[in-house]
């Protein structure tokens, strides 16, 4: 008896649907999830021929050593990639974005310096990522953004020295994180970490190996125990300075603290310039704003085209700390509303008697006679964005120079 054409077609396509490379065996799986099992067949290359709708490939303990952008195209459909034990040292971009479905990729014991990080953009599905035992020193910013369903990712024996704050902190699914035996700089840079470990419900596997390698005060401590007094956010408090001679110049005093101690830079923001001062300034030309090691900059010859917003910025590996005065010449008109300025909220000072005040170190010297400047101090941006509200200074203050610290 002839079977019925129905069950004719039905073979054919299933027969096609089970298409496999010669290296390979293929079989179907349940859910009508196909296998493609191609480990341990000495491969140098992704075998050519693959069903369109092989869900799942192994490939692992081969000798694979490269990944062109082709290579996977002809399974558009995988959700489990298994390329563990190779010799993989280069996966061109855009190899693993043409896998959508993509939930499982093992690509743990091979060469790999630098990974296709891009590529995670199109693999929103993905749920466990291997990359451990390659030769990884960085893990991006942003790398790992938008890996919604992300729950395991091993990253363990790399060569990680640190990692971008907050790398982990996109990840709402993540349930294991693996990160030992990397030789970590255990600097400020990395104090996020030790935060992060303390507040989540993530298991960071064998968390007592995964150990600082520098610097040498710190080598061989888990870098979930690394002290945090050595790692202080900046503060910064602004001054103006004066003192005898002649001519008119503005000078500003910057002290800072932290830990690493901060380094000191300077913005000016005037109406017809815009200067970032990274460091000392030299005599050289003769410029009229020179900066100082010891945090103070000063403005000789000071008029009209100086007055502006001047900020003091205390920069650390743990952050940055900033503090601004408005500077113009008395009769100018009202700084408050002239001058220009970063923070949009600023407004007048509070009058007397409402309860608020400066500090000490920002009262204003008695009005003189002569040149004089109007100063308005503003509060650092922390302060600013507390629950209380902003304070501001005004103050007329004679002006002269100042002998150096």
């Given at each position: 008896m002839r079977p019925p054409l129905a069950v004719l077609a039905l073979v054919t396509l299933l027969s096609q649907g089970?298409?496999?490379?010669?290296?390979?065996?293929?079989?179907?799986?349940?859910?009508?999830?196909?296998?493609?099992?191609?480990?341990?067949?000495?491969?140098?290359?992704?075998?050519?021929?693959?069903?369109?709708?092989?869900?799942?490939?192994?490939?692992?303990?081969?000798?694979?050593?490269?990944?062109?952008?082709?290579?996977?195209?002809?399974?558009?459909?995988?959700?489990?990639?298994?390329?563990?034990?190779?010799?993989?040292?280069a996966v061109e971009p855009g190899t693993f974005a043409v896998l959508p479905h993509l939930r499982n990729l093992d690509l743990s014991h091979n060469r790999l310096a630098e990974f296709p990080w891009q590529d995670l953009r199109n693999l929103s599905a993905l749920q466990i990522l291997k990359l451990s035992h390659n030769r990884l020193a960085s893990l991006p910013a942003g790398a790992l953004t938008g890996l919604q369903e992300l729950r395991s990712l091993w990253l363990n024996d790399n060569a990680l020295t640190t990692l971008a704050s907050g790398a982990f902190e996109a990840l709402p699914a993540l349930a294991q994180l693996q990160l030992f035996h990397n030789p970590f700089n255990c600097s400020c840079k990395l104090a996020w970490l030790r935060q992060w470990a303390e507040s989540t419900s993530v298991v960071l596997s064998r968390a007592g190996s995964t150990l600082c390698a520098a610097p040498a005060r710190l080598r061989g401590r888990p870098v979930t125990a690394m002290p945090s007094a050595l790692c202080v956010p900046p503060s910064a408090h602004l001054t103006y300075l004066s003192g005898p001679g002649d001519g008119l110049t503005l000078t500003l005093h910057c002290s800072v603290a932290g830990s690493p101690m901060p380094e000191i830079r300077w913005r000016i923001r005037t109406a017809g310039r815009h200067l970032d001062i990274d460091g000392p300034t030299t005599k050289a030309g003769r410029p009229r704003i020179l900066a100082f090691k010891n945090g103070t900059v000063a403005v000789s010859d000071f008029g009209k085209e100086d007055e502006g917003t001047y900020t003091c910025l205390a920069v650390n590996e743990v952050g940055t700390r900033e503090v601004s005065v408005n500077v113009a010449l008395a009769g100018s008109g009202n700084p408050a509303e002239e001058l220009p300025r970063d923070d949009p909220q600023a407004g007048h000072p509070h009058p007397a008697g409402s309860g608020h005040g400066c500090t000490k170190s920002e009262e204003p010297d008695a009005p003189s006679m002569g040149d004089k400047l109007v100063i308005v101090y503003h509060m650092p941006r922390e302060a600013r964005s507390g629950t209380g509200a902003p304070e501001f200074c005004l103050g007329i203050l004679p002006l002269g120079p100042l002998l150096l610290w």
């Open positions: 089970l298409a496999c490379p010669s290296p390979c065996s293929c079989s179907p799986k349940k859910n009508g999830r196909l296998l493609a099992e191609c480990a341990y067949r000495e491969l140098r290359d992704v075998p050519q021929g693959l069903s369109p709708n092989v869900t799942i490939l192994t490939l692992s303990a081969n000798l694979l050593g490269r990944l062109g952008r082709a290579a996977l195209a002809e399974a558009p459909e995988l959700q489990s990639l298994w390329l563990g034990y190779n010799h993989i040292s």
